[in-house]
């Protein structure tokens, strides 16, 4: 019986600390209740953008 694990705790440290730091940083500049939340879910995906983003500049 064969087991595979992955090692990947670090990387899910990384991840974490920066979706807290990205969430206080959206949420502290945030005007209202809603715009906060908005900036709650753009901390939660903001890897994503920033590799596009990065891609984009790349590319041309």
Do not use: R
Request: proline share 3%; net charge positive; hydrophobic share 55%.
């Amino acid at each position: 019986m064969s087991k595979n694990y992955q090692q990947s705790g670090p990387a899910g440290a990384v991840y974490g600390l920066g979706l807290i730091g990205a969430a206080v940083w959206f949420i502290s500049q945030a005007t209202g209740f809603w715009i906060g939340v908005l900036g709650f879910l753009k901390a939660i995906v903001w890897p994503a953008i920033l590799v596009y983003e990065a891609f984009k500049f790349l590319a041309g």
